[in-house]
């Protein structure tokens, strides 16, 4: 029907001057954008295919591509935006459920922008991190609240298990399936050679990656997809998976057309059918049940590895959270609405959740309410883009943050925000052979390497700044922190005062 | 065979006994002790009494006897042995698992091989002998599940919504099944010789390891039920 005709909403502009007609882009763009007219003389394209991913922008040899956002829009309003009015149509003409990928962009308050760190002066002078010992190391995992000794007066130090990360960041989960070998490749040496861990998400762990076991976190979710004994043994820490920020309440789907070669064996069913995640675990109803999840995964692996509970930060947060710090776990992992995925119901990720910041703060208020604080870590994602964003999640209560987003922007991720497609131009979020092999995993590595050790410099600068030198010592530091242009309820679930105060 | 006495041992150290003793176990005196046998591959545990929730949880190749009754969880996640219930079993016996083999004798609670899978050389089988709760088989996407309704109370074979979201494998119920609803995307008919010939040797081996007359069990027609798709959920989206 012509009412549905959407016109593109980006524009390829060719600058005929510079293009010679090489056919690169023809043949680097899996949308099939770009073609050659029939005399082969030109490059024509083909803008309604374009999702703006910029592989023919920064591959061009000639520099003689850019992509426009178009102007021809709808008549918006401030009710009925452009976005609204397109949705409808696609939804009337179709009868599909509107599916997205990657975070919630909706322009709710972001409250990392809208807080302020501080800085030493005169009195408690600043560190400079380059002359003096600045600790980044973190332990994950359960600190015990008393020093017990032996008869003979002497300490016992047998600790329950925990994570020792070199800097406050990890890789949060992101399944083999949803990205590619590649990509996990490049994780995986990247959080070993850094000292940190990265997280296999609910997709088994491939036989090849086994030796990166010692900076990997397994994930254990609900169609417990892949988990054997061997892969809980391989970890250095065990996630159990109750709710993803981009979609809370929501299961996943991994479309058996998805589910091929060595997709299917390291999530362990066979080729071509749907891997099914349901949104519940239909074992667990309660904190009880949880508390069984937990101790099974402990049982099975002998007490040796730190269980993680990660959780989408949505209302009730923080009873939510004094539950899972009483069920036994080591860590709670909160992902705030503003986290990735790779495919998510449009209407649950622009809709669902509460941000990571608000959540974080009043898990941190409660537990410390209670005097549990110390059973747990608190592990915080769901959109760190930044060092800052990593040093106010420390300071508001976190023990360290999850990124993935960022990772994926340092490997090369463009955010055109077309995962569900499977048709990455990066090498990124597909599984056809031909495009993840333009990820060289060393190159990946080496630039998320690049990545956090930059991160980690600023971290020490700042925290130098404000005469602190450990990342012990600003968790849950509040005072290190004022808001900016935030109401008085904001700043009293935040647990901040306001600049100036 | 090795006597652990489960009395006065919290779950952690009953496992740690389990999993020190060289050579197959007798648990005596078990009185909901959780996780017994999890992830084990090695050794034959007898239990003697009623062991805890999830009993041989990611069992890699063990086999668990039981002497009286299991709670829920039985084998979740189990990857490949032998579990067998000489009584009934709780909720969501099976969850999730892999390979291997789960036989209880009388009946299963709610959930029974809930997203059970099946993978190369791997096939998971549970027959329950009675009759079990609502969702048997929910999102069941490989290996067998077979009823046989041995119970005496009365009460119906198999509980509400069997078989919802099942995408692969199948369930036998012995008998036609008239008084169960399926869902839309299963196919439930009469089994055929073919359809019984792989399952009769688990349901012979059920019979000789309960002393049940096999003869008498397998003289009844059994109901087949298979999913229609391995992708139930194909619903159109529409990309946003």
Not at chain 1, 326 to 349: C, E, W, Y
């Amino acid at each position: 029907m012509q009412a549905d005709y959407i016109y593109p909403h980006f524009e390829v502009e060719r600058n005929e001057r510079r293009c010679n007609a090489c056919g690169l882009c023809v043949r680097e763009c899996s949308y099939e954008v770009h073609y050659r007219s029939e005399d082969g003389k030109f490059i024509l394209s083909d803008d309604a295919k374009c999702v703006n991913c910029q592989r023919c922008v920064a591959t061009c040899p000639s520099h003689a591509i850019k992509i426009v956002k178009s102007n021809c829009d709808f008549r918006e309003n401030a009710n009925w935006s452009s976005d609204s009015i397109k949705e409808i149509m696609k939804q009337a003409g179709s009868g599909g459920v509107l599916l997205s990928s990657m975070g919630n962009p909706q322009p709710y308050p972001v409250y990392w922008d809208k807080l302020l760190i501080n800085a030493s002066q005169v009195t408690n002078p600043p560190i400079d991190p380059l002359r003096e010992p600045m600790e980044t190391r973190v332990f994950l995992g359960k600190k015990p609240s008393e020093i017990k000794r032996n008869q003979h007066g002497q300490l016992i130090c047998d600790l329950p298990p925990r994570l020792v990360l070199e800097l406050p960041v990890l890789f949060s989960a992101m399944s083999y399936g949803s990205i590619s070998y590649n990509a996990h490749a490049a994780l995986a040496a990247a959080a070993t050679e850094l000292g940190t861990c990265y997280n296999t998400g609910e997709g088994g762990l491939h036989e090849n990656f086994y030796r990166y076991g010692a900076n990997t976190i397994v994930q254990v979710a609900s169609g417990r997809f892949g988990v054997h004994k061997d892969y809980l043994e391989a970890g250095a820490a065990i996630e159990i998976k109750m709710g993803q920020g981009a979609k809370p309440g929501i299961g996943g789907h991994l479309p058996g057309s998805k589910i091929v070669g060595d997709v299917s064996r390291t999530r362990m069913i066979p080729e071509g059918s749907d891997a099914i995640s349901p949104a519940p675990h239909h074992d667990i109803y309660s904190i009880e049940d949880l508390r069984q999840l937990v101790f099974s995964l402990k049982e099975a692996t002998e007490y040796k590895k730190p269980v993680i509970v990660k959780i989408a930060a949505v209302h009730n947060i923080a009873a939510i959270a004094s539950g899972i710090a009483r069920s036994g776990a080591d860590v709670i992992a909160i992902d705030g609405f503003r986290g990735g995925t790779g495919a998510a119901p449009t209407r649950i990720r622009d809709n669902v959740g509460i941000p990571v910041e608000l959540a974080l703060a009043a898990v941190d208020t409660r537990l410390r309410a209670e005097g549990i604080r110390n059973d747990v870590s608190l592990v915080v994602g769901g959109s760190i883009r930044n060092s800052t964003d990593v040093v106010k999640a420390i300071a508001l209560g976190a023990d360290a943050c999850y990124i993935a987003t960022a990772a994926l922007i340092a490997m090369g991720c463009h955010m055109c925000r077309n995962c569900q497609s499977g048709k990455c131009n990066w090498g990124i979020a597909t599984q056809k052979p031909e495009l993840v092999k333009r990820l060289d995993p060393e190159e990946g590595c080496r630039r998320l390497v690049n990545l956090l050790t930059a991160w980690k410099h600023e971290i020490m600068e700042i925290m130098g700044g404000m005469g602190i030198n450990s990342i012990e010592a600003l968790r849950g530091n509040r005072l290190m922190l004022r808001g900016i242009g935030l109401t008085e309820k904001e700043l009293s679930i935040l647990g901040v005062s306001h600049a100036g105060e | 065979m090795i006597i652990l006495n489960a009395r006065s041992t919290d779950n952690a150290q009953l496992n740690e006994s389990v999993r020190a003793a060289k050579g197959d176990c007798e648990i005596v005196g078990c009185i909901g002790e959780r996780f017994i046998g999890a992830g084990l591959s090695d050794k034959t545990i007898n239990i003697k009494g009623i062991p805890g929730n999830a009993l041989g949880a990611y069992l890699n190749g063990a086999k668990i006897r039981v002497d009286g009754n299991a709670q829920d969880a039985v084998g979740d996640t189990m990857n490949e042995g032998e579990i067998i219930v000489n009584g009934n079993a709780g909720d969501a016996a099976g969850y999730a698992m892999r390979g291997g083999k789960i036989y209880i004798k009388g009946n299963a609670g709610y959930r029974a091989g809930i997203h059970m899978k099946e993978y190369r050389g791997k096939s998971p089988v549970i027959i329950i002998g009675g009759r079990c709760g609502s969702f048997l088989g929910e999102y069941q996407a490989g290996g067998l599940i077979v009823v046989l309704g041995l119970h005496k109370d009365g009460k119906r074979i198999v509980g509400n919504f069997p078989c919802a979201g099942m995408h692969g494998g199948k369930v036998l119920i012995r008998g036609n099944a008239e008084d169960i609803i399926f869902p839309d995307k299963v196919s439930a008919k009469r089994a055929t010789e073919e359809d019984m010939s792989a399952a009769k040797g688990y349901i012979k081996e059920f019979c000789s390891v309960f002393s049940i007359d096999e003869n008498e069990v397998l003289s009844s027609p059994f109901t087949i039920v298979t999913p229609d798709s391995a992708n139930p959920y194909k619903r159109m989206y529409v990309e946003n």
